[in-house]
C-alpha cells in the first residue's frame, strides 16, 4: 500500500504524518509526503516527534516531481492536511483522496516558542488520532 501525504510547503504537519504513519504501519505501506512549495523540515515539528520517540530529522522538504515514479504510479491514498484554500493537489487516477484539513502550526511566527509548540503538539495528536482511525478503517 502506498499514502501520500500532502500540504502547502511539507515543512510540518505532512512531515508529522509521515513519521507517524512509518512508525504505525511499519513495513505494510510505502509513506511519503509532498508539497507545492516545500520549505524546510520546521524544527519545531521534530522536536514535538521527538517527544514520542519518533525521529524525522532525517525527512526533508520535497515537491511532487521528487517522489519515486514506481511510488507515484501506485498511490493508494492521497491525504491532504491542509486547511487553506491553496492547497496542492496532485492529479492520480487511482488514489483514493481524503482530508484531513487542519491549521498550519508553522504559522504562528509571533507567538512564543511554548505556545508555537503547544500547536505543534495538537497537531501531532490530532494526524495521530486520524491515523489511528484510518488503520482501524483498513483493518491491518
Known amino acids: 500500500m502506498n499514502i501520500l501525504f500532502i500540504c502547502s510547503h511539507n515543512s510540518a ?3 508529522m504524518a509521515e513519521g507517524i504513519a512509518r512508525s504505525l504501519f511499519g513495513s505494510t505501506a510505502t509513506i511519503e509526503s509532498a508539497g507545492a512549495i ?3 523540515v520546521n524544527p519545531l515539528a521534530v522536536e514535538v516527534m521527538h ?3 519518533i525521529d524525522i530529522s532525517k525527512q526533508y522538504a520535497k515537491n511532487f516531481d521528487e517522489l519515486p515514479l514506481k511510488f507515484i504510479v501506485k498511490i493508494d491514498y492521497m491525504i491532504s492536511l491542509c486547511k487553506e484554500a491553496d492547497c ?3 492529479v492520480s487516477r487511482t488514489a483514493k ?4 484539513a487542519m491549521p498550519d502550526p508553522a504559522n504562528h511566527e509571533q507567538l512564543t516558542k511554548d505556545e508555537q509548540l503547544e500547536l505543534f ?3 501531532r495528536d490530532l494526524i495521530q488520532t486520524k491515523l489511528n482511525e484510518f488503520k482501524n478503517e483498513l483493518a491491518l
Do not use: A
Open 121 to 123: 503538539r495538537k497537531s
Open 97 to 100: 483522496k481524503l482530508s484531513w
Open 88 to 90: 496542492p493537489d496532485m
Open 38 to 40: 516545500p520549505k524546510q
Open 13 to 15: 504537519r505532512s512531515q
Open 51 to 53: 517527544e514520542v520517540g
